[in-house]
């Protein structure tokens, strides 16, 4: 298994702001995910982050607002950008080692107001 | 409070009872499933998986069912217990594309 830590775990964060959220993983990982977790809701996919490359989003999720990085096989980054109310929610990065198993961090709980 | 799994379906269980929890999935493609285990605050949890050549995984205290016929994915918890108290989802895998979360099952056990 992979263990994963996310920082800040929560934020409060004023409308028209950007946050930067990290994921760490404690070994290197094939894939990793950013999920996007609604009050409420299931988890959607917002984008896999590619090491060394641009990420690839799903329908609905663009880069400019939220920009990933990925430098190295155990570290990412999502940027929520010019943040509004409908931004809040859970952010969760995932990674993929081998085989198929998909692990989960703990999320990041994000408030705008 | 955490307001992850509020709005989600409930699944009242006695504590000792079996729990059955269903997740029903739309693409005939998805070849790997798994169930995550989310509890208030926390990261989902992987808890069991199986893959599509395969119709029953047993773990412990649960099982995985798989009927690829009717598209329908069911765990089941034995003697469930409060610490089994939680949000369920489902998750489907179709090759290398990322996993696809169900909606969500909230699992009540009452003491």
């Known amino acids: 298994s992979a263990v994963i830590s996310q920082k800040p775990s929560r934020d409060i964060c004023q409308r028209g702001t950007s946050l930067t959220i990290q994921c760490q993983v404690d070994s290197q990982v094939t894939m990793m995910f950013w999920y996007r977790q609604q009050p409420g809701q299931s988890l959607t996919l917002i984008a896999t982050?590619?090491?060394?490359?641009?990420?690839?989003?799903e329908s609905g999720f663009v880069i400019d607002k939220f920009p990933i990085s990925r430098p190295n096989l155990t570290f990412s980054t999502l940027t929520v950008s010019n943040m509004s109310p409908e931004d809040s929610s859970i952010y969760l990065c995932?990674?993929?080692?081998?085989?198929?198993?998909?692990?989960f961090g703990p999320g990041t709980r994000l408030t705008v107001l | 409070g955490e307001s992850v799994g509020l709005h989600l379906p409930t699944l009242s269980v006695q504590e000792g009872d079996n729990s059955i929890i269903n997740c029903a999935y739309s693409n005939s493609a998805s070849d790997y499933f798994i169930w995550y285990k989310q509890e208030s605050g926390k990261g989902p949890q992987f808890i069991i998986d199986?893959?599509?050549?395969?119709d029953k995984r047993q773990g412990q205290r649960v099982t995985v069912l798989l009927n690829k016929t009717v598209k329908h994915l069911s765990l089941q918890i034995a003697a469930t217990q409060p610490g089994d108290s939680a949000v369920y989802f489902c998750a489907e895998r179709a090759g290398n594309t990322p996993l696809v979360f169900g909606k969500g099952t909230r699992l009540s056990v009452i003491a």
């Open positions: 199986i893959r599509s050549n395969m």
């Open positions: 995932s990674s993929l080692k081998s085989g198929y198993e998909q692990f």
């Open positions: 982050a590619n090491q060394g490359s641009e990420a690839t989003y």
